[in-house]
């Protein structure tokens, strides 16, 4: 059996069926809306030409993605009655008739297209035949709601009437119409030998289907099996000890039987419910894959939040959001990856002194070294605000080597040429003067100039007044050794970082 939903990109989007609409995909029409069928709109129009038939005429985008995950929820619901559904592309699928369930073919087409009908899928159409490629045919020739049933070895009968462009090959059809062969059945009426030496192996595969002698095999989904666990708390409770010594077994048994699939977590979303409702719900990220002690600290941390749990609690659910092949994250033959020793010491302090207390240092995008720090709490996948990749105008050059110890707040300094007059940067970018002495910071001694480099220039949001900034960075060094990255901005001087 064959199911198929017409104009399923038009379905996917939604919308009122009253409304004539239309999805294109590279300026031309994919698939339109019955509504904007009745104005004169059809597939492979261009733009231009389907809004002067039709001025109201809502376009869409072609997602491919999105119809696919529209088509999931129908695979899911055919898969509650008959399972094994094979799906084709989105908006057509396969599957075995179960006739003797239903009490016939028919009777089954007729139980699949109510069901989907609750679903929201108006109109599908059942073609039941020998081969996939004749009920594929029949589908698309059934009415809507409707069937069309093949009689057993009847395929070729049946498709010796139908035109040649049913056959899903533009070149070959073009070549067949100019020989005169017009329909399948005068195709189908060729010796195959001919065939096979005029058109080749693809040839002679479309000469089979237009005979009704269908190779294909379908190939059944594979249902995803389900990886949540949820501990359920009889009676409740309400204090975060019990609930994550109770949860250990649970995650025990969600990273065994990932690990069951050859499968980790990296990505888990953690749901606890408190007096039947959701009270908290967060999202959770591992640099390699969580273990059960992983699982049970995010918990602990989730639940340790004030103001997160004000009920008892009476389950938590683990629900993998990312899993990966285990292989991707075993260690190689000469070890690799954190030492599990740091990681447990790591996690022991991070217990003791709060999740957000212990971190990670990694770069991301930006200009100045504030801003290419980002932080993340120690156990959790790192998720850049910039991109490192991109060009930054105004940062230090590349042969800079980059600041070992950055403030948290700048520190104000003070940079002076020979005769004591400040120094700053002009509106072209140019220094005023030549550093001779600067002090680091306000508590600290001033200190000849050993060598400089800059300015680097920065105009930062010069589109927004409120955001704007002008400023210029500096690499400063004293006759001690000690190195700074100083910036200049409205006359003033800041020390952002020093080189260790």
């Not at 094979?86 to 599957?95: E, K």
């Not at 550093?435 to 800059?454: E, I, K, L, M, N």
Request: charge should be negative; include cysteine.
């Amino acid at each position: 059996m064959v199911l198929w939903a017409p104009d399923w990109p038009i379905v996917a989007v939604g919308g009122p069926a009253s409304v004539p609409a239309a999805v294109l995909d590279k300026g031309s029409v994919l698939a339109c809306s019955q509504a904007a069928r009745a104005e004169g709109v059809r597939r492979g129009m261009r733009r231009r030409d389907a809004q002067s038939r039709c001025p109201e005429l809502v376009l869409h985008e072609h997602h491919p993605d999105v119809d696919a995950r529209a088509f999931e929820a129908v695979l899911t619901a055919i898969e509650q009655l008959s399972p094994g559904v094979a799906p084709l592309r989105p908006g057509l699928c396969a599957l075995e008739v179960p006739a003797r369930f239903y009490g016939g073919e028919a009777e089954a087409a007729a139980v699949i297209a109510e069901r989907l009908v609750e679903l929201g899928v108006w109109d599908v159409r059942a073609g039941i035949a020998d081969g996939l490629f004749a009920a594929e045919q029949a589908a698309r020739r059934a009415l809507a709601q409707d069937s069309i049933v093949v009689p057993e070895r009847g395929s070729g009968q049946f498709l010796r009437d139908l035109p040649i462009e049913a056959l899903d090959d533009a070149s070959l059809v073009g070549l067949l119409r100019r020989m005169g062969l017009l329909t399948l059945g005068d195709f189908a009426s060729l010796p195959p030998a001919d065939v096979h030496t005029r058109f080749g192996t693809h040839g002679a595969l479309l000469h089979r289907l237009a005979r009704g002698l269908d190779p294909q095999l379908i190939s059944r989904r594979q249902v995803p099996p389900e990886f949540d666990a949820t501990l359920l708390l009889e009676p409740p409770l309400d204090n975060v000890e019990p609930i994550a010594f109770s949860l250990r077994t649970t995650a025990e048994a969600f990273v065994a039987d990932l690990a069951d699939h050859g499968l980790v977590c990296t990505t888990v979303l953690i749901e606890v419910d408190a007096d039947g409702s959701l009270a908290t719900s967060r999202r959770w990220m591992h640099p390699r894959w969580f273990g059960p002690t992983d699982l049970v600290d995010r918990v602990r941390w989730q639940l340790g939040v004030d103001g997160a749990i004000r009920a008892p609690v009476d389950a938590v659910r683990l629900i993998p959001e990312v899993t990966e092949p285990l292989g991707d994250h075993a260690d190689s033959l000469f070890g690799g990856g954190p030492d599990e020793r740091v990681e447990r010491g790591v996690a022991r302090v991070q217990s003791i002194v709060g999740h957000e207390a212990v971190v990670s240092v990694t770069v991301q995008g930006g200009r100045g070294p504030g801003e290419r720090r980002l932080l993340t709490p120690w156990g959790e996948r790192p998720v850049p605000a910039r991109s490192a990749r991109q060009p930054w105008p105004g940062s230090l050059p590349a042969p800079a080597p980059a600041p070992a110890t950055v403030y948290s707040e700048p520190q104000q300094a003070m940079v002076v040429g020979a005769e004591g007059q400040s120094i700053g940067v002009t509106g072209r970018g140019m220094v005023t003067g030549e550093p001779a002495r600067f002090r680091a910071a306000a508590d600290q001694a001033w200190q000849p100039v050993a060598s400089w480099a800059g300015p680097w220039p920065v105009d930062d949001q010069w589109w927004d007044e409120a955001a704007s900034r002008r400023l210029a960075r500096f690499q400063v060094v004293g006759v001690d050794g000690s190195a700074f990255l100083m910036i200049v901005e409205g006359g003033h001087w800041w020390t952002e970082a020093r080189y260790d």
